[in-house]
């Protein structure tokens, strides 16, 4: 069925973009009013959507709220764009990251016009990925996205602004061109860019031109570095560190799980078997990526790098799910990617009214500001722990099917081993979240945070929301992966048992 | 009984704990009781309705009720989580446990927290949500479930652990609380998705059936069992992950009493005793539960004869007393296990004595706490050093306190009496030398109980704490009565097992008359009778040390002094975690090893190609002169090559 829901979706923030772009610095508030209309409606659309989503089991592995457009036929390029369980929850999370950043950015007095129109511009190309069906509108997206989020780290960044945007940009570039090469590789050997006609009928023809697996850590090498994996991680913490709070909260939020989104849907479901027979080294490598990234946390003294290092070891759980390539497990990723950009998105809106409030940002110098900004001390407090996987929080649901898929899985071998150590990432991690919320909150109160002022109406509507999501899919996961499985089942059964 | 109405004893407190949070907190003054009358009346109607269970499940066949579940979550046709109550002898016991005793821990809240500046709401809050989730955890009927409470008892332990957040002493209380439980958790975890891998289900039902039929073998079933035993050990505070117990004495007595004591504690032999189905079924596990318990029972006992402020010394008491229960349901385990009664009523009637002996301690070990808060209420302090004379005082506190301590101390006809004579026969059976730390432990537990009784009830008054205000009183009745209730209880519940009616619901022994049971306990094995009297040696030593100090304490200390000092300074057990392990090793060598490596090499290795490309940049621009000759030149050089190139290979 055709519908242009979607494009309505992707393409309103572009529309509020070009509104905001053309309105004038002084009238800033009406700038910020376009601005919540053009990304609250997306949102709006998305959630009909994620109501009327067909969830039966008819509709396993059918792209829904399908558009398709012939676009450039010389090369068989289509407008295509679809949803399934897979992608649909990505999209209802970036929309609505994408309303909530401009909330947070209401505070934002510098070169107002610019700003939101990148932001927009953000949103559009994120949810342009998520639901794009053609490899060549796949990758204009993901490029797209890497422009607005240059100038809003290096224009309202902080600290070494400037280096951190362009190491994102040329990291960024890095991956992607390595993406490209695979995509062009994918599109010279079968002559298709239908990303559902891949998927379906697998690149069997592949042999002949070109071997199946260099093409698959050609388009895995994007998708590492964004994700991100060890050891092509250390654009994230200088990126998020010294971004703006909304552009934390997009990138560890919605950015970074196109990595994981773009494995799942490129390299496994085209290349099961490559997947498969890499499986040990991409777990191996998982194991590293929640270790290594819950130790450098350990040692990290500034709440947003904190906050940041930790992305890198509960990412590494949506690589260990994803490349555990069981059904239960890659739901289980799916389900963590959502889980996370909630989590972690709310640690850094979080993060980002401490330091825009008490205006420091050094752990060893924070402190009892529990009594003197409690609310804020509250939520941050429940997103820490579900951020330490506590259960009834969505980090909880997700990192536990995660576990249980990855080591009953039977796929991999000595899949039990990664298993269980990457399991330990959840000890260190109560270790992190609990000594940052000690160090910021507890201990004697400070004179000099007396006049901190607490939370206000506006931060506590969205921080609220956030933990009215965070809980209910803590306390009831089926609400998502009775979508995320009609998405994940087919492509199970290409791997097979 | 409708069986719906089970859910209700989870339910009540769950929907306190609402109340207060999203009503009260917001709009009622912190210092208002409501937060208190809210949650005492919901628990209470969960205590009534887990009495009423309790008298249900003991008139049912087989002593057990099924009760319908409901699909939660379910990912393909393999993965599927319900959430399920069951009701069995077990169950229905430790619903009355909980619920009782956190019923007059509440009430006694409202008087011990009555002058808090933290007032009422936030305490209610948590307490509520605690008692919530311990009730869950006990109704749980899969391991999931389990886990799920399991992990929120342990993080309201932390809140309430931290109660007081503006202490740097709480604060690192609580986190260390959590790390250190969490540590152990993570076998719980491991255990469960290796159970989950084998077996297909978290349903403790079937896992226990699936065991018993002999589906799940050898190493697997060893390994499961041992993991589950893991998060016991973080839970229970047994030996090596005690070390956050005492420290958890930096909440507010009441928690203490409740949670540290009588009920989250106990939720670790509460997990082993409902897994038991699978422990019995390798011998390694079980003697690894009853070693660990019998070696925790002696080494805390050890630290409780020194400690000089009196909630540590419970705290150290409560530890060694799990490790009693370990022992015991470990021992009963080794007796199957030599047996070969592997079926699953047998490993179910084997954790009556260790269930036993939780289901007295719960009360007494409570009461004992309440009475340690009261005399805290009066004196401003915890240090025994400072306390002495509160008998004239409180008489109230020192009756009850002192029952305490005789049921504790093991003293007949007391509750203690029976249920820890019971864990004594049980480790006979299972193994001579744990026998024998126990009975030592029986010694050391009567002494250090007496100590406490001597150096803070009897002798002169030595001032409390002198920045503390006021004079001394009797605490009021909101705290009295809970405590005579609780007495009453450490008299009288071990008498449910005097005749063996306790054993017999839980399907283990046969039912005698009471009088036979009262006083017959003597005649057919020594043990009884020496237990007692190494018990009444202990009161004795005591008195002679501290109430008539006859025996200089100082002098005692001086002869065993590197003793004294190691017990004194627990075993560097802290310093060897805290500082050796975690503060040097792991954050100070390894991890910032890592740091190192992540900023110098992977990051430095970016930033080295960085700096290469742009220098290679820098050469390679230095060729772009913009000079049309040297341009002409390199043409002329290429066509030249070429045309080499053409005349060699063409």
């Given at each position: 069925m055709d519908s242009s829901y979607l494009t309505w979706i992707i393409f309103l923030p572009l529309a509020g973009a070009i509104i905001v772009a053309l309105i004038s610095n002084n009238h800033s508030k009406l700038i910020r009013y376009v601005s919540a209309i053009f990304t609250l409606v997306p949102l709006i659309l998305a959630v009909i959507l994620f109501v009327n989503f067909d969830r039966s089991a008819a509709a396993a592995g059918v792209m829904q709220f399908e558009q398709k457009a012939a676009w450039i036929n010389s090369i068989n390029a289509y407008y295509h764009v679809g949803v399934d369980g897979l992608s649909l929850p990505l999209v209802v999370l970036t929309a609505f990251l994408g309303f909530i950043v401009v909330l947070i950015s209401w505070k934002i007095n510098l070169r107002v016009r610019e700003y939101f129109a990148w932001l927009l511009l953000l949103e559009t190309s994120i949810l342009g990925v998520f639901c794009s069906l053609d490899l060549l509108l796949f990758f204009i997206f993901w490029e797209i996205e890497i422009i607005p989020m240059y100038f809003l780290i290096s224009v309202w960044g902080s600290g070494r602004k400037e280096y951190s945007a362009i190491k994102y940009v040329i990291f960024t570039l890095f991956g992607s061109a390595f993406m490209l090469a695979g995509i062009l590789s994918v599109y010279f050997t079968t002559g298709s860019l239908s990303m559902v006609d891949l998927a379906q009928n697998g690149l069997g023809m592949v042999q002949s031109i070109m071997p199946a697996a260099p093409i698959f850590f050609l388009l895995l090498t994007g998708f590492a570095v964004k994700l991100p994996v060890v050891p092509v991680h250390t654009w994230l913490p200088d990126a998020h560190t010294d971004a703006p709070t909304a552009g934390s909260v997009m990138l560890a939020g919605a950015l970074i799980k196109m990595g994981g989104y773009g494995m799942i849907r490129l390299c496994v479901s085209f290349f099961p078997q490559v997947a498969r027979d890499y499986a040990p080294l991409l777990v191996t490598l998982a194991m590293i990526s929640v270790l290594y990234g819950a130790a450098v946390t350990l040692r990290q003294t500034d709440i947003k790098r904190l906050i940041a290092y930790s992305s890198v070891s509960h990412m590494g759980f949506v690589l260990l799910g994803v490349f555990a390539l069981g059904e239960v497990s890659l739901t289980g990723a799916a389900l963590q990617m959502v889980s996370h950009g909630l989590l972690t998105g709310l640690m850094f809106a979080m993060a980002g009214m401490v330091i825009h409030n008490v205006e420091e940002r050094n752990l060893n110098n924070l402190g009892g500001l529990a009594r003197q900004i409690p609310i804020i001390a509250v939520v941050f407090s429940v997103a820490g722990l579900g951020s330490l996987g506590l259960p009834l929080t969505s980090g909880f649901a997700a990192e536990f099917i995660i576990f249980t898929g990855s080591f009953s899985s039977t796929i991999v071998n000595n899949i039990e081993v990664f298993t269980l150590l990457s399991v330990l990432g959840v000890v260190l991690s109560a270790g992190y979240i609990l000594w940052m919320i000690q160090r910021t909150f507890y201990g004697p109160v400070q004179?000099?945070?007396?006049?901190v002022k607490d939370a206000d109406g506006l931060e506590r509507v969205y921080m609220f929301a956030f933990i009215g999501l965070i809980m209910l899919v803590g306390i009831y996961p089926a609400i998502l992966t009775d979508v995320i499985k009609l998405g994940i089942s087919p492509i199970t059964g290409l791997i097979g048992g | 009984m409708p069986t719906q109405l089970f859910w209700f004893i989870f339910l009540l407190p769950v929907i306190s704990f609402a109340i207060i949070t999203l009503?009260?907190?917001?709009?009622?003054?912190?210092?208002?009781p409501l937060a208190g009358y809210i949650t005492i009346t919901a628990i209470a109607g969960s205590a009534v309705i887990s009495i009423w269970t309790l008298i249900e499940v003991l008139g049912a066949p087989h002593h057990e009720i099924a009760v319908p579940s409901i699909s939660w979550v379910a990912i393909g046709n393999v993965f599927e989580i319900n959430l399920g109550i069951i009701m069995d002898s077990l169950t229905a016991v430790m619903v009355v446990v909980v619920s009782v005793v956190s019923l007059m821990v509440q009430i006694y809240s409202l008087g011990y927290m009555a002058h808090d500046e933290a007032g009422y709401t936030r305490y209610y809050a948590w307490m509520s949500l605690f008692t919530a989730s311990m009730l869950g955890l006990i109704i749980a009927s899969n391991l999931l479930l389990m886990f799920v409470f399991w992990e929120m008892v342990g993080l309201c332990s932390y809140l309430l652990i931290g109660f007081w957040f503006h202490k740097p002493s709480a604060a690192n209380a609580a986190k260390k609380a959590f790390i250190v439980t969490r540590f152990g958790d993570f076998g719980f975890l491991a255990a469960v998705l290796l159970l989950y891998a084998k077996t297909g289900t978290f349903d403790t039902a079937e896992i226990s059936s699936l065991a018993a039929a002999g589906a799940l073998t050898g190493t697997a079933i060893t390994w499961a069992a041992i993991g589950i035993f893991s998060g016991a050990m973080g839970k229970s505070a047994q030996f090596p992950l005690h070390v956050w117990l005492p420290d958890a004495m930096e909440g507010p007595t009441p928690v203490s009493a409740l949670i540290h004591s009588a009920t989250m504690v106990s939720a670790g032999v509460f997990l082993v005793a409902r897994t038991f189905p699978i422990f019995v079924h390798s011998l390694e596990a079980v003697t690894v539960v009853a070693a660990i318990g019998g070696f925790t029972a002696i080494f805390a006992a050890s630290m409780g004869l020194v400690a000089n402020d009196i909630k540590r010394v419970l705290a150290y008491s409560t530890i060694s007393q799990l490790g009693y229960m370990m022992l015991a349901l470990g021992a009963a385990g080794i007796v199957l296990s030599h047996e070969g009664h592997t079926a699953i009523d047998a490993a179910k009637a084997a954790v009556a004595v260790g269930i036993f002996h939780l289901f007295t301690h719960a009360f007494f070990k409570s009461l004992l706490f309440l009475g340690a808060g009261s005399v805290n209420h009066a004196t401003g302090t915890f240090d025994m050093r400072l306390m002495g004379g509160m008998r004239k005082v409180m008489p109230w506190t020192y009756i009850t306190f002192l029952i305490g301590s005789l049921s504790l101390a093991g003293i007949w006809p007391l509750a203690g009496f029976w249920s820890k004579d019971e864990v004594l026969i049980t480790a006979l059976e299972g193994n001579t030398l744990l026998f024998i730390l126990a009975m030592i432990t029986v010694f050391m537990t009567a002494f250090y109980m007496f100590r406490v009784i001597y150096m803070t009830?009897?002798?002169?008054?030595?001032?409390?704490?002198?920045?503390a205000h006021g004079h001394l009183h009797e605490s009021p009745g909101v705290m009295v009565w809970p405590m005579v209730f609780l007495s009453v209880l450490a008299v009288g519940a071990g008498w449910w097992n005097v005749s063996g009616h306790f054993g017999a619901f839980m399907g283990h022994g046969e039912t005698k008359g009471v009088i036979e049971g009262l006083f017959g306990i003597f005649t057919h094995s020594p043990w009884p009778i020496i237990s007692l009297l190494l018990g009444i040696g202990g009161i004795v030593l005591a008195y002679l040390m501290y109430g008539s100090k006859r025996i200089s304490a100082e002098r005692v200390g001086d002869m065993f002094k590197p003793l004294y000092t190691m017990f004194l300074r627990k075993y560097w057990m802290d310093e060897l975690y805290e500082d050796i392990i975690v503060r040097k090793t792991l954050i100070g060598v390894l991890f910032a090893g890592l740091q190192q490596v992540d900023t110098y090499a992977v990051d430095g290795t970016v930033n080295g190609v960085a700096n290469g490309t742009s220098a290679g940049g820098g050469i390679i621009r230095r060729l772009q002169t913009g000079q049309l000759q040297l341009y002409g030149l390199f043409i002329g050089i290429g066509i030249l090559a070429i045309a080499i190139c053409l005349y060699t290979f063409g």
């Open positions: 004179e000099q945070y007396n006049f | 009503f009260v907190k917001p709009f009622v003054r912190r210092e208002s009830f009897h002798g002169e008054y030595r001032g409390g704490d002198p920045e």
